[in-house]
């Protein structure tokens, strides 16, 4: 699972961390625009599994692939299935939903996992070989990740618009430190987690913290849940 997880935190920086808002429409409205989107991908695979690149990923009787050449699949399919969820929805007027987004990750999960080595999809393997990589997937899930699922829910919910820069990046500050306060050491987190909710609750209902409540509750959730899995990850 070492190949794995390092490609999904690729994917994850590449998805979410560095796809910015100019990005994202301009990949929606260019061909270069998405080229340059989906150019980010294998550029982080190839520096996240560097050392693993020239050896056998696939390896059967019939197919035999380096990692090159399974980092080649995975930027091909990736163009494609971005292509053709933006083909969908500017021409058949397909809805651009939260349920079209987690399919669209669903699909690239799904291409991720079909390329790593055989030996890593043995049961009997560790399934957390590394613990820097899964670490970075949970803290990007947590803040640019959380971010994208949240507003796709709540455009579905309330027809909301994407959030500006500071409520963007103020959420995202917040779900991390929250998140992050779990792996104070000893008992500590327990004082220090519930106090951050509280100080985050009087800020949003003094409204000096410029969240939604659906935004507060479901990005918080999101962030404890990271949080605990982050925690049980580091201290393995």
Known sequence: MLIFW???FGHLLADFTFQTNFINQWKRSSFWGMMAHCATHPLFYVLLTYPYLK?????TPVVKLTGWACVLIVFVVHFIEDEWRVFTIFKYNTPDNTLYFLWDQ?????????VIP???Q???VSLLPEKWPVL??????VTHACTVLVYFIEKDLYDVSFPGFEEKYLAMVERLVL????????GGWLILVP????LMYVLRDRRLLDLSWFNYYLGGAVAVGGGLCARFVYYL
């Open 6 to 8: 390092r490609l999904l």
């Open 55 to 59: 050896e056998f990923w696939i390896n």
């Open 106 to 114: 669903v699909i690239h999960y799904a291409v991720i996992f079909a």
């Open 118 to 120: 055989v030996a890593f």
């Open 122 to 124: 043995n049961p009997s």
């Open 136 to 141: 970075g997937c949970l803290f990007v899930a």
């Open 179 to 186: 998140a992050m306060l779990f792996l104070v050491p000893n």
């Open 195 to 198: 106090a951050w909710l509280v």
